[in-house]
């Protein structure tokens, strides 16, 4: 069966929603107009709504025709990226430096359209709550899915198991990936100081060289990776900023490292840590440097459970084109790892089309493609009717 008929009869209002969040995006924490909009439509409809969870959060509650015990929570995202748009179609951000860059913008627009049929037809037992979540962009223990959770979003709202998805570019529209198990990595971020006194250039004997040391430092990270995981396990460090030096004749005194490390089995990411540390240590010593590190996990892996993963493939089937049961997993990290930490469930990749000409995920040229709409919409009501009958 392809997509819900009674869905796709109101895809032009669909794109309507999804071209008004895209031409007016807000940034982490500031979805108060998304969050209205979201609110006024569930309300609309007969939805019981709840603003303010986790900041600018939305739930919403919908009982089936039917009494059941079961409750199911579908999640999206509503948060915008600070990026300067470049598209000029008329629905392009009203709003410079704000850009719904990774597409949440269609996953609001998604769940409001599962909302609004499930609310139309309740042809389920039990209860759905429709999670809207602002700050996935920001992540991390600061980020929307963890504070929704420390607000209290689990107890306050029954969810015996999560769904949400992320489109993903380079997929077809009416595909749609899946994968039961570790599906995103967890991410960590490290800062690196390495210290001296400072020296005039051309008297580096006078000191220790951070300039030279960091440089050290950034080739004997990779050996992480290289030498102290285990080949068949997957790690990524990468060092994405430095900081360091302001003349050409000046040894600075300090320069500072920061990168991210993405992993997915514990054994990998416990022993990144140490080994950072470890590294830091030797190096800094070799050349008589001075270093401070400090550590932070981020992200949890993103990992679904095996049944909710079944469930998820038995509702994508239903509604897609084509579904992939074994995609290539992905070192990007997905704040719902929270989620699914809280609670059993299932995260899923829906194809946004093409992936050329800027069509990536948080560039400034990408848009996110109105034809998936009525996909993702038919797969959470699909998810609601199959595991709440
Ligand atoms: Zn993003
Ligand atoms: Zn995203």
């Not at 079961?70 to 000029?88: F, K, Q, T």
């Not at 909302?115 to 980020?143: K, W």
Request: hydrophobic content about 40%; proline content about 4%; some cysteine.
């Amino acid at each position: 069966m392809p997509i819900i008929n009674r869905i796709a009869g109101f895809q032009d209002e669909m794109t309507e929603w999804r071209h008004h969040l895209h031409a007016n995006p807000e940034l982490s924490y500031q979805e108060y107009a998304t969050a209205k909009f979201v609110a006024e439509k569930l309300r609309a409809w007969g939805i019981e709504v709840t603003e303010g969870v986790g900041g600018t959060g939305v739930v919403g509650i919908l009982r089936g025709n039917v009494d059941g015990e079961r409750a199911i929570g579908l999640r999206a995202d509503m948060d915008a990226l600070a990026i300067l748009e470049r598209n000029v179609f008329d629905h392009r951000s009203r709003s410079d430096g704000v850009m719904h860059a990774c597409g949440h913008d269609g996953h609001t627009t998604m769940l409001l359209g599962a909302a609004r049929y499930l609310a139309e037809t309740r042809n389920f037992a039990g209860r759905v709550a429709f999670i809207f979540q602002p700050a996935e962009e920001m992540g991390g223990a600061d980020g929307g899915a963890a504070r929704m959770i420390r607000e209290g979003l689990f107890d306050r709202f029954q969810c015996d198991e999560i769904y949400g998805l992320h489109n993903w570019p380079g997929m077809d529209v009416g595909t749609f990936a899946v994968k039961a198990g570790p599906m995103m990595a967890s991410g960590d971020s490290f800062e690196i100081e390495v210290l001296s006194k400072g020296m005039h250039a051309a008297q580096p004997h006078k000191g220790a060289d951070v300039i030279l040391t960091a440089g050290h430092l950034i080739v004997a990270l990779q050996q992480i990776s290289a030498r102290n995981t285990d080949p068949l396990d997957s790690i990524v460090v990468s060092a994405t900023q430095i900081h360091g030096g302001d003349a050409y004749n000046v040894l600075p005194n300090k320069v500072i490292i920061r990168g991210t490390v993405r992993a997915f089995s514990p054994q990998a990411r416990a022993a990144a840590e140490p080994a950072i540390r470890r590294i830091v240590d030797g190096i800094t010593s070799s050349t008589g440097a001075s270093s401070t590190v400090s550590y932070a996990q981020q992200y949890p892996t993103l990992v679904n459970s095996q049944a909710a993963a079944k469930s998820a493939e038995a509702a994508a089937l239903s509604i897609f084109n084509r579904v992939e049961t074994n995609p290539p997993q992905t070192m990007i990290v997905e704040d719902f790892a929270f989620m699914l930490e809280g609670r059993p469930g299932c995260y899923g990749w829906i194809g946004n089309g093409p992936d050329d000409n800027g069509r990536i995920l948080h560039s400034a040229w990408f848009d996110f493609n109105d034809e998936a709409l009525p996909f993702g919409a038919s797969y959470f009501a699909a998810v609601v009717e199959q595991q709440l009958q």
